[in-house]
Nanobody, 114 residues
Framework: QVQLVESGGGLVQAGGSLRLSCAASGSTFSIDAMGWYRQGAGKQRELVAAISSGGVTNYADSVKGRFTISRDNAKNTVYLQMNSLKPEDTAIYYC????????WGQGTQVTVFS
């Protein structure tokens, strides 16, 4: 059973940066498209960024130019580099398989203050 463990969140001032990591178990990781999602207080979970098995990326308009998703298949890990953070980026961030969702991990809290 695939397990997802997110880390790297924290408290950061607006304009700052954070790098999130998602460690995924499972033998199919290298061929799976993966996504980073976030859920703000009182909001629905939304897709932030996605990456295909071959490294093709896609971003929500709200984070384009500021966030970068990447992956290291040898480490079964997906990253989200977040720069120029804004208070509206405050949320719990999760990763998951893009097409075939597995059980959600606990996520990692990102709080951006102005």
């Amino acid at each position: 059973q695939v397990q997802l463990v997110e880390s790297g969140g924290g408290l950061v001032q607006a304009g700052g940066s954070l790098r999130l990591s998602c460690a995924a178990s499972g033998s199919t990781f290298s061929i799976d498209a993966m996504g980073w999602y976030r859920q703000g207080a009182g909001k629905q979970r939304e897709l932030v960024a996605a990456i295909s098995s071959g490294g093709v990326t896609n971003y929500a308009d709200s984070v384009k130019g500021r966030f970068t998703i990447s992956r290291d298949n040898a480490k079964n890990t997906v990253y989200l580099q977040m720069n120029s953070l804004k208070p509206e980026d405050t949320a719990i961030y999760y990763c998951n398989n893009y097409f075939f969702k597995v059980s959600w991990g606990q996520g990692t809290q990102v709080t951006v203050f102005s």
